[in-house]
Every structure is written in C-alpha cells, then in structure tokens.
C-alpha cells in the first residue's frame, strides 16, 4: 500500500498501530453467533484489526426480537448479559475478527481520501435463516485509527433515531441496515452538551461504500481494487463471477439497486440528508441515518439537515446526487473496466451506464407512483402526467404528502371528504384532476377492491413523523424513559394498516414545527 501524496496516515503504519491495540479479549460465552468472516479473509489491506473500547455501565435500550430471530440468534441469551456484554463493546464474541474498514468519500461535493469506521467496527458475518450473508457491526465503539479528531462515540437520541427509521424502512419495504440492538454505554458523549452515550448493533447487507472503492482507486492500487470489486461480486451479484466484463456488469448491477432505492424514497417522501458517496451502498441498501427524516407537506426544495446549507441534498435532489455518485463509482471503477478488455471504450462505456441511471430511476418512480395511485402497468403513457400533476398539486397547497396520497383511497371508494379537507375551500383544479384520475382508474383492468388493497399497500399511514420522532428521542435521552419511543417503534412497524388508536401518530406536525425542523449530523 503506497503513502497517499497528501500525507494522509499509511495504511501499514495503521496496521502496526493495530498490533498493538488487537489483543485477544476473552470470549463473551454463548450468545450463539456462527461467524464466517469473508471480509476479514479476503480483503487484508483493506481494513485495520482493532476492538472496542468497551463501557463503564452498560444497559439495553432496546433489542430487535425479530431480527435476532430472522438471524437464527436466541434473543433471550442476546438480551443477557453475554449478549449486552457484546453490545456494549466489552465482550468479542468467539469467532468475530472485530475490524474498522477504510473508505473514502465525496462529502458535500469535495473528495476526503481518507474516512473509514472512525466510530464503527465490523464484528463479522453470518449467514442468516434464508442463507443471506448479513454484516454485525458496532457502531458508537470506541476511537479507530480512522477517527481523525472524532471521539469514536455515538448519543443516545442518534442511536435510537437510527434504529427507528431503519425499523420504519424496513417495514416500508425499503431496502435498509438495520438495528439488533441499542445499548446505553454508561458514558457521557462531549457534542454542544454532554449527552449520554451509546452503541448500535447494526445488520447489514454488507458495509461496501461506493467511498471504499474510492479509497483504493485514488491510491492507484489496482491489485486491492481488483480485490475488492470481486468481493463486491461474490457478495451481491454472483452471477456475474465468469462475466468477460464484470466489472461493467457490477457498476450496472448498482446502479439498477440505487436507481430502485432512490425511487422508492420519492414514493414514501424520505430525505437521506446526507447522500454522501460513504453513505451509498453496493447493496443498494439505506445507510448511516443522520439528519434524514420524511417530506411533511410535498416540496422538492425540502432540506431538514442542519448542515446542508445549499440544498446539494435537498428532497428533488436525490435521483440526480444519487447519479452524480454513481458516476464516482465508475470512475473508481475504470482502471478495472479498462483492464477487462475494454479498452479505449471503457470510459464510454461506464459513462453509458451511469448516463442509463435516469431511464432506471424513471422506470420505478413511474412504477411506484402507478402503485400509489392504484394503476396496474400498462402501455397508458399519460400516467407519468396524471402523477406529476398530483404532486403539483400537493406542492402548490402546501398538502401532507402522505395524506394526501392516502386520502386518495377513500375517494376511490366514493368518500371524497378526507381529501378534501386537506385541501382550500375551492381547488378547481383538483376536481378537474380527481375526475381524470377516476376516469383512468375506471378503465384498470383492476376492480375496486383489489385496487383499494393495492393502495392501501402502497400508501402508509403511518410514517415516523419528525415532531414525533424528537418527542420520542427526547424522553429517551433526557430523561431516560424509552416508552415514548417503544411506542412509535411499534407504530411505524405496522405503516399501512390504519388504526382508530393511533389516529394522532398518523396526524402532521403543527405548522411552527415544521417551518423550523432541524436534524444534526454526526451527533
Ligand atoms: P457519518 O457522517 O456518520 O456518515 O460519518 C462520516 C465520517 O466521519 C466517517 O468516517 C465516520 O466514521 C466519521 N465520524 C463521524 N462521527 C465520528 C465520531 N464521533 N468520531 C469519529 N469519527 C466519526
Ligand atoms: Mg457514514
């Protein structure tokens, strides 16, 4: 591994430091995970060995039943002590090669060289029930040799928001990380105001970044790269192993993943907040819930981050962001492409693969808002029209996204006032697009009810809700009381099957705290 030019810390100096650091801590008895650690097998170089800091008085907060089943994992041992003792960073369980990646990244437009896990580890792999390989990792774990001026630590509110929207995502039916647990480390966290810290477990796919191929590509390291990219392949497209051009067929392969992922954020009105190329998976799952939250009424222009002053990564802005690091993937990609035989085209090439991203994402945003209006595909080439014009209308009257989306199935069932009452008194230009709608809806091959069902599985009810959200990470971290918050986890795990009880949950924010709606990053 060659010195960067500008100084940036050696990755062999890294890997002494960790000799140091990466004892052997005892194990942590029987939580029962069955490690098979590809990442730390194959791609040495591209990570430094190191191990939690551990935590002076852990306690859980909260532990993902489901997901520890779905793991094969027993959730009582995990919510004990052996398992809490893994949470908390205090214990590495048998089998588990706790390692801290290296990546790069694109931040707000401008290249860093060198990020990687400053606050995470990667414990390992396993492979869950249905046989997909998932990553274990830590997040909140302690100082890495990636930390730069960092503390390495993670906040009880960001923790458990992470946790919330992953669970919100995942139940949306959106490709996501996900929580296995939070733990309350015992710690204070130093930001503006000491806060009380913690620790998630996250499950994932796999921590690939489009940064980690940016890391090795803007050190010219074409052997780890070439590593790394078969890596990639072996994990989430493996039938492209023997493709003559697989690096090629790999960059579409994520581009085809993130031009779904994108659209179906549009369609549920989630804002990443920080659609960094570190934050951007291969998978094409959602990663690294910062400042993210959903649209409340419909605005393109919407930006909830503290510290996206531009709008780079504004709510409209995602398909295009989304796009943009694509292409740094291919660019990171090329030396590859070249290399397989390509040659002189592979530039064309790549560019015509990143460039195929709008018909993609085209593709499924008109595919997701065909399901949200309750339309079966068809040939019908006005349903993009009759979709734009709706959100032109939600935009225009400052509309609830989400209601107003859902409040279009009462009207399918001939009750137009729930629509109606989110609108102004008088909206000709609403009647006159309900009626083509229903003009559009009567000539689907779809009856009545199925087409009812399919909206009420297109269009949640129930989303995590920003005021909500606060309230609930509020109580959790100021006063320790985590009911508030249990409450909306189970909320937001049932989005689409409306309730009488929870009526309020599904209710907007008052106006003044929308207008001045804040998330901070990196907390
Ligand atoms: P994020 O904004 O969480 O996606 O993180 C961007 C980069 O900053 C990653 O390299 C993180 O590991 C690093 N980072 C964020 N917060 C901390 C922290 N408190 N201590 C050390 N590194 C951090
Ligand atoms: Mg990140």
Known sequence: MRMASDGTLHMDTVLKQAL?????????????????NTYARDLEGLYVPWKPAGSPAPRLLEL???????????????????????????????????????????????????LGDGRALLLGEVIDRRGRRRDLAL??????????????????????????????????????????????????????????????????????????????????????????ADYAIARHDPELRAAPERSLRLLQAVVERQARLVAQWMGFGFIHGVMNTDNMTLSGETIDYGPCAFVE?????????????QGRYAFGNQPRIA????????????????????GSAAV???????????????AHWLASLRAKLGLSASAETTDQALGDDYLELLRQHRID??????????????????????????????????????????????????????MRRANPIYLPRHHRVEAALSEAAEHGELGP???????????????????????????AQTACYRTYCGT
Do not use: C
């Not at 204070?188 to 940016?214: C, N, W, Y």
């Not at 409450?487 to 929870?502: K, M």
């Open 297 to 309: 009424h419909y605005d393109p222009a919407a930006v909830f981050s503290s510290i996206d002053e």
């Open 348 to 362: 064309e090439q790549a560019t015509e693969v990143v460039e195929g991203f709008a018909d993609r994402f085209q």
């Open 64 to 114: 993902n039943a489901d997901l520890a089943d779905e793991l094969g994992l027993d959730a009582r041992t995990l919510a004990g002590p052996n398992g809490l003792a893994v949470f908390a960073g205090n214990a590495v369980p048998e089998g588990a090669q706790p390692l801290a990646q290296a990546y790069a990244g694109h931040q707000f437009g401008g290249f860093s060289p060198q």
């Open 139 to 228: 997040k909140g774990s302690g100082r890495t040799p990636f930390s730069r001026g960092g503390d390495g630590l993670a906040a009880v509110g960001p923790v458990l928001r992470e946790y919330l929207m992953g669970e919100a995502m995942h139940a949306l039916g959106v490709p996501t990380t996900r929580a296995l647990a939070a733990v309350a480390t015992g710690d204070s966290v130093r930001r503006e105001t000491p806060l009380p810290g913690a620790i998630l477990t996250r499950v994932a796919a796999s921590h690939l970044r489009v940064g980690t191929f940016e890391f090795f590509a803007a050190r010219s390291d074409a052997a780890l790269l070439r590593r790394l």
């Open 485 to 511: 918050f249990r409450a909306l986890l189970a909320i937001v795990r049932r989005p689409f099957d409306e309730r009488a009880d929870d009526a309020a949950f599904a209710e907007p924010a008052p106006a």
């Open 20 to 36: 140091g650091n990466a004892g052997t801590p005892a194990p942590a008895g029987p939580p029962g995970f069955a490690f098979d």
């Open 323 to 342: 796009q943009w690091n694509l292409a740094r993937l291919a660019e990171s990609l090329l030396p590859l492409i070249e290399a397989e035989g390509s």
């Open 401 to 454: 996204f989400t209601l107003g989306f859902r409040r279009l199935i009462d009207t399918a069932e001939g009750d137009l006032e729930p629509l109606r009452a989110l609108f102004p008194d008088s909206v000709p230009a609403l009647d006159a697009w309900l009626q083509r709608w229903l003009a559009r809806a009567a000539a689907d091959p779809a009856g009545l009810p199925e087409r009812t069902a399919a």
